[in-house]
């Protein structure tokens, strides 16, 4: 027989939370990622962090200020990046990031190599006498909260109840607190000339019936901008923005030729605002899914002409790719990228496509370089597609000579001859 869910506590108001009979000096603190981050409790860490000791708290991608770089001296950071708002804490040398595959993040969880013994993360209550769900976010939260001494929850009725998000009735709920502020939003960004004219080279490579994965941010937002005039794709990725309800809503993504998860789009967060947030609520065209699902090889592969879109802070000569640091500073993550690029190569007409562009810092800098200044986050092994406003190049099969050359030819023109003449080595001639 299945044991019963466990019953949720009675709620209680943010005033009344006291977290210093809760949190020990030392504890590491999971909280809720993005919009899913329950900040009712995440201001009140910060504000009682004080009285509390010196904890860690493990984030993911960040939007809110909560946790400002000169905020709260007794709070360390960590976390699989640098996203966003989490960029801040990295240059001001308080954030020690955990570089991991996202897809593996459960599992570290789950087998207590990564602590957690305190989770904080927000609820959308269940409609009908359903289970609460975890709204906006379905990624390592539950892998933590069965490994966690106390798990803390927001229950927001303001936040989206997810198909898929439900939360699970082995996982306990300690303390429940009643606050139904407006959800945290990732507001659009702003789309540039470069990136509009990265997105028309993009779109051109993806075929109609292709699955796509996204990721957020201008040049993710442009892409889907562009995929107007396709038919019938497939929505298969770590996460959804607002952007992917227009194309849902204009009837370009209908995910019909899915030989899995026929007709409904697939994703593991809701990266974006109140458009995104109603689409969601209760839609059962929308699934959400953990990430051994969302980014899961096998999953993957068997996905036809699944199309993986991501981008770089900057790639060398062979198709090497650093996502990760900038300048000496860690401004990205590993994240799925990894994940995605694989599956991408191993599905039936799938790609891998690196969006980027040309140059950083007003025109100053290339982002095609002949040697990384960060780490390798995808090897050369993996490279398939590179992308910027200069054009297309196609590295899979090609020889270290041949993708030397391509990749010059889609760097800015006033690079091309200082990579060229760094590249000779490469070219022998």
Not at 45 to 62: E, H, K, N, R, Y
Not at 378 to 405: C, I, K, M, N, P
Request: glycine letters at 12%; one cysteine or more; a neutral charge.
């Amino acid at each position: 027989m299945s044991q019963s869910p466990h019953p949720l506590p009675t709620p209680i108001s943010a005033a009344r939370l006291d977290l210093k009979g809760l949190i020990r000096p030392g504890d590491v603190v999971v909280v809720g990622q993005g919009t899913g981050e329950p900040t009712a409790l995440t201001e009140a860490l910060v504000a009682q962090s004080g009285d509390i000791g010196p904890v860690t708290v493990f984030l993911g991608t960040l939007f809110s200020r909560t946790f400002a770089p000169d905020a709260a001296p007794n709070l360390r950071f960590t976390g699989y990046g640098a996203i966003q708002q989490a960029g801040a804490l990295a240059r001001a040398g308080r954030l020690d990031p955990v570089t991991t595959h996202y897809s593996q993040l459960p599992e570290l969880f789950a087998s207590g190599r990564q602590r957690a013994d305190v989770v904080m993360l927000q609820l959308s209550p269940g409609p009908e006498g359903r289970r609460p769900s975890l709204g906006m976010i379905t990624d390592y939260l539950v892998a933590a909260c069965r490994r966690a001494r106390v798990v803390i929850a927001q229950m927001n009725a303001r936040a989206p109840w997810t198909h898929g998000g439900e939360l699970p009735g082995d996982v306990r709920v300690d303390v429940l607190v009643a606050d139904d502020r407006e959800p945290v939003i990732l507001p659009g960004a702003k789309v540039g000339p470069a990136e509009e004219a990265i997105a028309r080279h993009v779109a051109g490579l993806i075929p109609d019936g292709a699955v796509i994965e996204i990721g957020i941010g201008a040049m993710p937002d442009a892409i889907l901008s562009a995929l107007r005039g396709h038919r019938d794709l497939g929505f298969h990725s770590g996460m959804i923005s607002d952007r992917t309800v227009d194309l849902i809503e204009a009837g370009v993504i209908t995910n019909a030729l899915k030989p899995c998860d026929t007709g409904v789009s697939i994703a593991g967060c809701l990266f974006g605002g109140r458009r995104l947030f109603d689409f969601a609520h209760d839609n059962p065209l929308l699934q959400m899914r953990p990430p051994e699902y969302t980014h899961g090889f096998a999953v993957l592969a068997r996905l036809p002409k699944f199309t993986a879109l991501n981008s770089a802070v900057e790639v060398d000569l062979t198709g090497q790719v650093n996502a990760e640091v900038a300048g000496g500073v860690y401004v990205g993550a590993i994240g799925g990228q990894v994940d995605f690029v694989r599956g991408a190569m191993a599905s039936d007409g799938g790609r891998s496509i690196i969006a980027l562009p040309s140059t950083a810092r007003g025109g100053a800098v290339s982002r095609i370089v002949p040697q990384l200044s960060g780490p390798v986050t995808t090897a050369r092994g993996d490279a398939d597609t590179f992308v910027t406003e200069f054009g297309v190049a196609e590295l899979r099969g090609q020889s270290l000579a041949e993708r030397a050359r391509r990749m010059i030819a889609i760097a800015h023109p006033d690079m091309r001859e200082q990579l060229m003449e760094a590249a000779r080595p490469l070219l022998r001639d």
